[in-house]
Structure formats: C-alpha cells, structure tokens
C-alpha cells in the first residue's frame, strides 16, 4: 500500500496544487493532504475554511483515494502517524529545488525511515505561488489563471470582508 502525504499551507489552494494533487492520487493507493495548522501569521483563511476548501475540489475532481486532514507539529511526525510512504512535495524552480532539499535533509535528520519525494510542477502552473496570487487579489488583480473557480470565489468574499 503506498501512501504519500502531501503537506502544506495551502493558502489558498491554487491550481499547481490541485494538478500535484491529482498526479499524486495516479501514483499511489492513497494520498493524503495535510493543511499546517498557524501556517502563517494572519492566513486568509482557518485551517478547517482550508481544510473544507481542499475537500471541496478533491470532491469535484472524483478523486476518491485522497484524504484532507489538518495536522500541527512535526512533518515527519504527521508523516509517521498517517504510515506514508513518503512525502511528496512540488518544485517549481531553482529556489524551490534548494528550500525542498533542505526541508528533505531535515527531515531526513528527524526521521531516517520518512521518504520524500520531489514532483515537478507542470510547466503551465509553475509561475503559482499562493503568496502572490493573495498579493494579485488584494491589488484587485484578476486570479482566476491561479486558483480554481471556487476558490476564487472565497478569496474574493474574504477580501471584501477583511476591506
Ligand atoms: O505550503 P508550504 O507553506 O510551503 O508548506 C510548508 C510545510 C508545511 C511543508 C513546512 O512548513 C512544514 O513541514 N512545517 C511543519 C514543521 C516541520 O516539520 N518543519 C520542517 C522540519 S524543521
């Protein structure tokens, strides 16, 4: 049985993570999402608004090997509770090779026995970040190249909210 975690802020969740999501769910028997629980100071949105957010597209999408469960703490500690195989992460480019490498090491320096494993991004997402597509938003840019429809919508709701 093959179990990957696929962890992060997701912040929102943007289409890269969504295409990663789904390669994810080809290639093994189970995938499951973890959402950092305070993965920033001020997120746009809860854990569980994320949590509900990314149940939401896996729902849509008919992925029915993928999991969404918020986790706090240790990656590897998640990593070692849900039994993963590995833990995949995406890379976009240079600086993402360099940071997910070091984010391996450590890891790999915790938790010897916990895999990771560096998936890139599709060419067409890799310029996605959920940082940027926050700071497009909030300059009233148009994001709808970078985040799924029902996302979008929420981002935008929140923003107004918060203005
Ligand atoms: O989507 P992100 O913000 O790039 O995800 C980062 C994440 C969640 C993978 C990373 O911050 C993380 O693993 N946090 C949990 C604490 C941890 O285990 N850190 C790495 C070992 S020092």
Avoid: C, W
């Avoid at 998640?78 to 890891?107: C, H, P, S, W, Y």
């Amino acid at each position: 049985m093959t179990r990957f975690v696929y962890p992060g802020s997701f912040d929102p969740p943007t289409l890269g993570h969504l295409d990663l999501i789904r390669r994810a769910s080809g290639m093994a028997d189970e995938v499951v999402i973890g959402v950092l629980q305070n993965a920033a100071k001020a997120p746009l949105f809860g854990e569980q608004e994320r949590v509900a957010l990314l149940r939401e597209l896996v729902e849509a999408e008919g992925l029915k090997n993928v999991r969404v469960v918020a986790f706090a703490g240790l990656l590897v500690e998640f990593a070692r509770q849900e039994k993963a195989t590995a833990i995949l992460r995406g890379i976009r480019g240079a600086a993402d090779v360099e940071f997910e490498l070091q984010l391996a090491q450590m890891n790999r320096a915790l938790a010897p026995e916990v895999e990771t494993l560096l998936l890139p991004a599709s060419p067409q997402y890799s310029h996605i970040s959920s940082q940027l597509t926050k700071q497009a938003a909030r300059g009233g840019g148009e994001i709808k190249a970078f985040v799924p429809k029902a996302v979008r919508a929420k981002v935008l709701r929140r923003l107004r909210e918060q203005s």
